[in-house]
Structures are given as structure tokens and as C-alpha cells.
């Protein structure tokens, strides 16, 4: 079966074959909320809770910096209002968050209702790496054979992993009204030195990065925004 985009393209060329003139122009495409704007006007976010891995060493602490980044994505929305972080921080003296906490229907709206909004946001997130040996393989000229010969190199592909849980809670209604998964990736190739140093330097521009993308993928799903698309205007 013909693409939509090879039919658009063969007649593109078509037109363009008979002398008529074609633009490419880029127009703005508003896109609606996933949420209703008019029920969800005033948020709360919970530092987000951490699910522990089998390795220690990925067991950072991010659940404050997500929720951070959260409220400050969700603040620049003129549709939204959110509890800033100091606020949340006084609100929340003698409060525990933890997995057990974000289960409990109870807890959660007893909570939205002192923070005196209509949705209360919560989740839990996993950070974790994975190590896998690769082998690149490839041509070098080598001068003693007067000839390209394959050679190949051995290194170590380290994975960064961070995935978010977002819930959003009805207070009102004592329901979850949202609940997504989002994932982000961030990939370092290193050789054996390289790798070694890397299990001990700060990872703090990585963990910054996948959380902003994660965080921004799902404020664009619940705040009206702007898109681009690309038109063809024919002459």
C-alpha cells in the first residue's frame, strides 16, 4: 500500500513538473489538554517516591529535584496555579511519602485537601544503568600492507535509565485520574579507563537531563501548547 506521504510527495513533483511554484511554510497547531482545564486548575506536587534497585550505587536520590522540576514546568502554564516548594516543604512537616503513602486513597486526598487544591500529583520513579561489552568493527589503512585491513575495538556501552510514574489525584473525587509511565535514556560509550572513571564521577548533568525530558513529556500532555506542522502552498 502507497504511504500518504509518497502520494503527497509524487504529487508535489507533479505540480512542481508543470511549472507551479511550491512553499514549504511551518504553521502553528494548538493542542488541547489530556486533562479538563476548567476541573484541574490548582495543583500540589509530592516529592515523588524511589524505587530501589538491586545495585546501590544507583540508589540516588532524586524524588525532591523531580517534583522541583515539576512545579516549575507546570507554574509557566497560564491555565495552572501550583504550591511552590517551600510551601509544600512547610504544608508537609511530619509527612512520610512513601510507597505504602501513594496506595492509599485516604492519605492522598486527606492530603489534597490541606494543600486546598483540585489535583494533588504524586509517583515514584527508578533510576538504574546497565553495562553491555560491544565490539566495533571497521577498516584502517595499514601502511606495512599497503591496504585497508578490518580491525576492531572493544568497549562498554553504559545505559542510564529513569523511569517516572506520574499520578495525578481527583481530590474531589478520590480518584486517580491519571497514571503514566514515562521513560527516558541516555547513552555513554566508553573504553576500559574511561568506564572505570565513570562508576565514580558525579552523574548530576545525566540525572538533570532524563529527569527535565521525563517531566516535559508529561507537562505537554496535560497544558494546552503550541505545535508546528509543515505545509506545501502552491502557486
Request: proline share 3%; net charge negative; hydrophobic share 35%.
Amino acid at each position: 500500500m502507497v504511504s500518504r506521504a509518497a502520494l503527497i510527495l509524487a504529487l508535489l513533483l507533479i505540480m512542481g513538473g508543470c511549472g507551479r511554484s511550491i512553499s514549504r511554510v511551518t504553521i502553528p497547531i494548538q493542542v488541547d489538554s489530556e486533562i479538563d482545564t476548567d476541573q484541574f486548575s490548582n495543583f500540589a506536587v509530592l516529592p515523588f517516591v524511589k524505587d530501589r534497585t538491586k545495585d546501590e550505587s544507583d540508589n540516588v536520590e532524586l524524588g525532591d529535584d523531580i517534583a522541583a522540576t515539576m512545579r516549575r514546568r507546570i507554574g509557566r502554564h497560564k491555565n495552572y496555579n501550583v504550591v511552590g516548594s517551600q510551601e509544600t516543604s512547610r504544608l508537609m512537616t511530619g509527612e512520610t511519602i512513601d510507597t505504602e503513602f501513594l496506595a492509599d486513597m485516604d492519605e492522598l486526598t486527606r492530603l489534597g485537601g490541606y494543600f486546598d487544591v483540585d489535583g494533588l500529583i504524586a509517583g515514584s520513579y527508578k533510576y538504574y544503568t546497565v553495562n553491555q561489552p560491544r565490539t566495533y568493527y571497521g577498516e584502517h589503512y595499514s601502511p606495512t600492507r599497503r591496504q585497508y585491513v578490518m580491525a576492531h575495538q572493544d568497549y562498554i556501552q553504559r545505559i542510564y535509565i529513569l523511569a517516572l510514574r506520574v499520578i495525578i489525584v481527583d481530590v474531589d473525587s478520590e480518584k486517580i485520574v491519571w497514571d503514566e509511565k514515562y521513560e527516558r535514556t541516555a547513552v555513554e560509550n566508553h573504553a576500559l579507563g574511561s568506564f572505570l572513571v565513570s562508576q565514580i564521577t558525579p552523574r548530576d548533568t545525566i540525572l538533570k537531563s532524563l529527569t527535565k525530558q521525563a517531566v516535559t513529556e508529561f507537562t505537554r500532555r496535560i497544558a494546552p501548547h503550541y505545535e508546528t506542522e509543515v505545509r506545501f502552498l502552491v502557486k
